[in-house]
Structure formats: C-alpha cells, structure tokens
C-alpha cells in the first residue's frame, strides 16, 4: 500500500497527537482545532498533518476519535514491529542499543553485530553483540530488512555490501561517507554534528535578531 | 553579524564544497557550474548554497577560489573553535563525547558531567567526566554556551535549568521531553528514531511506487 510521504516535523507530532488523543480526548469525535488548541500547536498545521494520515475531517464534526488513533498508529507503524539490527559495536552502536526511543515507532534492534570477537556479549540479554558470520542467517531467519552502520569510514563500505546480501533494503548510515548502494536500497545518512551546527547557527542569528531590535538592552 | 539561516541541507553539503576547493581546484577562480559537475550535485542547488555564504559570483568568472574557501569556513564556524560540553555520561554521552565529526564544524566537546560519582573519570584524558558542582565554574572559566543533555527524561529539566544558569544559551536536548527555557535560549530536539522512522517510510513509499510502474517484476 502506497502512503504519502509524511514529513520527518510532521512524523515528529505523531507520537505527541497519539498520547493526547489516548490520554486527554474522552469524546467519541475531536477536531483539529480542539488538538492543536489541548497541544498548543498552529490549526493549519495540525489540520495538514491529520490530513495527511486520516484524509479530511467531516464538517462540524472533525474525526471519530477511535478511528483517527488507529490511523495514527498505522502510519507510525506501530502495529507493526520492524526488526532491525547494528553492525558496529563500538560507543555508538551500543548508545544506539541501548536507545528506548525505537519502539514509539515500532522499531525493534534485535541484536548488534561485530568483527571484534572481544566485543561480543556474555551474559548480559539487553546487549546481544554476535559475530559477523552470523549476519547473514540471522537476518534472513529474522526477517531483518532494516540496518544501521556504525562502524569506521573504513569499514562501512564493505559492511554495507554484506548487509544488502543479507537480504537488507534499508541503511541508515552514521560512518561519514557516502556508500554506493543498488537502486533498490535506501540509505539514510546520519551527521550529528550536523544538528549541533544548525543549533548553533540559530542560535547565533537570534541573538543577532534581538541585538538589531529597538528593545536590546545588551 | 547577522548571517542569513542555513538550512540543515545546505549546511550538510558546505564540507562537501569545501573538500572539493581545497582537493580539486588548483585554479584561482571557479564556477557554481564547475563545482556542481565535479561534485555531481545540481548547478541550481550548488548556486543557491554558494549564494548564502558568498554571495552571487560574478559573471563569466564566478568566485575567487580562495575568498569562496574563507567564506565557507567562515559560516562552518571552523575559524572559530566553539566549545561544548555534555551532561550524562550514559551510553549516548560517551558515545557522543567520542564522535569525531563536530570537529569538522568547528565544535570541541570538552567536558562531560554526571552526578553519579561511579562514572567520573580517572586517568583517560579522552573521556573527562566532571561532578556537576563543577557545571558552573567549568564553564564560566572556559566560556562555554552549548551544552548536550544526554540525561533520563525526569532529570531532563533540572539539567537544563542548571545549564541555564552556568550560562549555556544553546541546548541539544537528546531527552525525549520538551525543555521550558527562557527566550534567550535555544533549544534543538534530538529525536534518533524519527530518522529511522523517516528512512523506513521513504523506503516503504519507493518500493510501493516501483511496484505500481509497468516494468515492474518481483
């Protein structure tokens, strides 16, 4: 079934429209309005983005609150549990392990692979680190078509060609490189510092901004 | 000085240019088209980043190669060296105290601060972790105004406030809550799984085009 693509802000709000439509909506109907008024977030925005998961609210109405939750839940995926895996066991992948963020959208990481044989884990079930030979047959008998790289610049090439013979179609990448991937593959790449730049970058000009203003008092 | 906002697109490929000046261009001036056919990236797209940062390039000559590679350096920040610290020395503090990209931005982390006194650091100079009294004088002393807080969402608050007043006015909030901040402060919202939700909905979408066009065979 073909969705249409939900912007990451507007995938960003879902999880907040869902918590409040389950914890503050007691009514069988909610409109746009009355959410982004409970949430403090613009009308048009709000209407944009449930527009986008349920179609159109009827008029006078708004949505049947049931049916707008399970819309919600069906475009985060939700009900659906996506198995994913990390190759590279170093300070990122474990943070990344570790992470309980994942599963608001219905991500699980099953387990973290790699080459490092001192890395693999003992005893410790929340922090399954296997070797690289079992890649492979892990993801096939899982299911997994969802990767995540965080191994050296040097190595992410290779990890990622490994990965897609694993059955694997879609990468998100946080080596700093651009990796070479079939047409049928998606990569997602990640840059941190990229966040903290723009940050910075807001920041700065802000405060540019409010220096410019007849009000500034330094 | 006031710089115009660069989008997070933009500033992403900014290293990428300035790779490229300081690699490939051995002439003393240069063109958005040259840069554009090197690279592989769109003319109009290079034209409009190149723009941002140093303006229109003149007709037929474009910029001189080596005011383009100041201007870039100059909105990366990598003339400035900005300093920045983290509180929680958890998986992704570590992790992130250990990412090497910042540098590229013109970003140093230099300190990580716990409560949990277990975590402090000894001996590697790498990996310094601070008790949180020391928040206030570290960062009054070394003039630090970017903070990370890699901490559990209930003490997500008390660190921000806490940073606050140690004089930190730019945040990179990893905790999955919203931060209450005065309007001198700016706060980014790290969200690690709406990437992966977005990768995997980009996915999802281009697979379910490619099996609605006619060449399609499974």
Chains 1, 2 share one sequence.
Not at 127 to 144: A, D, W
Not at 166 to 173: D, K, L, Q, R, V
Request: hydrophobic share 40%; net charge neutral.
């Amino acid at each position: 079934m073909y969705h249409r693509l939900i912007s990451k802000a507007a995938l960003g709000r879902l999880p907040i429209y869902l918590n409040y439509l389950k914890s503050s909506v007691t009514s069988p109907t909610v409109s746009a309005s009355v959410i982004a008024h409970g949430l403090g977030i613009g009308e048009v925005t709000v209407r944009k983005d449930l527009n986008l998961v349920s179609g159109e609210g009827r008029p006078r109405i708004g949505y049947f609150t049931g049916d707008l939750i399970d819309c919600i839940e069906q475009a985060l995926g939700l009900c659906s549990s996506i198995p994913a895996i990390i190759v590279g066991a170093g300070k990122m992948g474990c943070a990344l392990q570790a992470y309980g963020g994942f599963a608001q959208f219905g991500f699980h990481v099953l387990a973290c692979f790699d080459s490092n044989v001192s890395k693999l884990s003992s005893e410790d079930p929340s922090h399954l680190v296997l070797p690289m030979e079992e890649l492979e047959p892990f993801c096939r008998k899982h299911g997994v078509h969802l990767g995540v790289i965080t191994v050296p610049e040097t190595a992410a090439q290779s990890v990622c060609d490994r990965m897609i013979r694993s059955g694997i179609t879609e990468i998100w990448n946080f080596a700093p490189c651009r990796l070479r991937v079939p047409d049928t593959v998606t990569v997602q790449q990640e840059n941190l510092a990229l966040s903290v730049a723009h940050l910075h970058m807001s920041a700065r000009n802000r405060q540019a901004k409010a220096e410019q203003s007849p009000e500034y008092q330094p």
